[in-house]
């Protein structure tokens, strides 16, 4: 009889770093989203707005890790809530230029410090030398699938 196939969960990458997020998600959807029926996508858009200033709807895309189609219904939908503009683009009729509204600015004031202080209890006890190796870690990681499936 062959032996069968072992992935211990509890050392596997993938797993914890899902397992991680998937934990900061629903604590910061709890305490800070759900109240402005917001999803986690639609908070990163706001956050990279608040970050980079008004940006088009593609370069957007690249930002958050939402495909064009998501972000696409994301803005339609954020408009309607009144948390961001949309406008045409200047250089190009084809493109959607996004920024926060003042609405959007407002509710990303507020919710920044809840997501510092969830990235604060999440790194509790952990040395900033270490943090520094874990964010660059993964940030190589999703580096090196980004490049391997563009190699496909």
Do not use: C
């Given at each position: 009889?062959?032996?069968?196939?072992?992935?211990?969960?509890?050392?596997?990458l993938?797993?914890?770093v899902n397992?991680?997020?998937?934990?900061?998600?629903?604590?910061f959807?709890?305490?800070?989203?759900?109240?402005?029926?917001?999803?986690?996508?639609?908070?990163?858009?706001?956050?990279?707005?608040?970050?980079?200033?008004e940006?088009?709807?593609?370069?957007?895309?690249?930002?958050t890790?939402?495909?064009?189609?998501?972000?696409?219904?994301?803005?339609?939908?954020?408009?309607?809530?009144?948390f961001?503009?949309?406008?045409?683009?200047?250089?190009?009729?084809?493109?959607?230029?996004v920024?926060?509204?003042?609405?959007?600015?407002?509710?990303?004031?507020?919710?920044?410090p809840?997501?510092?202080?969830?990235?604060?209890?999440?790194?509790?006890?952990?040395?900033?030398?270490?943090?520094v190796?874990?964010?660059?870690a993964?940030?190589?990681?999703?580096?090196?699938?980004?490049?391997?499936?563009?190699?496909?």
């Amino acid at each position: 009889m062959a032996e069968r196939p072992k992935l211990d969960l509890s050392n596997y990458l993938p797993y914890l770093v899902n397992r991680v997020g998937s934990a900061m998600v629903a604590s910061f959807t709890a305490n800070a989203l759900a109240v402005h029926d917001l999803s986690i996508d639609m908070w990163r858009v706001l956050a990279a707005l608040s970050n980079n200033g008004e940006q088009r709807q593609v370069d957007l895309s690249t930002m958050t890790s939402i495909d064009a189609s998501t972000m696409s219904r994301l803005v339609t939908r954020l408009g309607k809530m009144g948390f961001v503009l949309r406008q045409r683009s200047k250089t190009s009729s084809r493109e959607v230029v996004v920024e926060l509204s003042p609405k959007g600015i407002a509710l990303v004031q507020r919710t920044i410090p809840i997501a510092h202080a969830l990235e604060e209890t999440a790194i509790a006890g952990l040395p900033d030398k270490e943090l520094v190796v874990v964010k660059r870690a993964l940030r190589h990681f999703y580096d090196n699938l980004i490049k391997a499936r563009s190699a496909r």
